[in-house]
């Protein structure tokens, strides 16, 4: 069974910084494309970062130049560096995991999930 460990998060200043963390355990780590999303109060989830398993990368305009997505095979983790942290940053960030091609071909619903973390920015 596959599980997502998320650890990291907190409150911070607007300009700050924090790293989100995400342990896959239950599978093939390499296998799978990895994700961070973001849901805030009010507002529908949104994709924050992707990597696959090339290491390839993309970003939410909201983001790009501020967050950085990584992995680290060998611990079986995902990151999410986040940088410039501004207050329409806060929103519970959850990481998923899932086979490419199956999410590729049918979308969130093939994805495991995290069970989410608090990130606050005050302004």
């Known amino acids: 069974e596959v599980q997502l460990v998320q650890t990291g998060g907190g409150s911070v200043s607007a300009g700050g910084s924090l790293t989100l963390s995400c342990r896959l355990t239950g599978s093939e780590y390499n296998s799978f494309c990895m994700r961070w999303y973001r849901q805030a109060p009010g507002k529908e989830r949104e994709g924050v970062a992707s990597i696959n398993t090339y290491g390839d990368t993309n970003y939410a305009d909201s983001v790009k130049g501020r967050f950085t997505i990584s992995k680290d095979n060998a611990k079986n983790t995902l990151y999410l560096q986040m940088d410039n942290l501004k207050p329409d940053d806060t929103a519970m960030y959850y990481c998923?995991?899932?086979?490419?091609?199956?999410?590729?071909?049918?979308?969130?619903?093939?994805?495991?999930w995290g069970r989410g973390t608090q990130v606050t920015v005050s302004s």
């Open positions: 998923a995991a899932g086979v490419c091609e199956l999410f590729v071909a049918y979308g969130e619903g093939t994805l495991n």
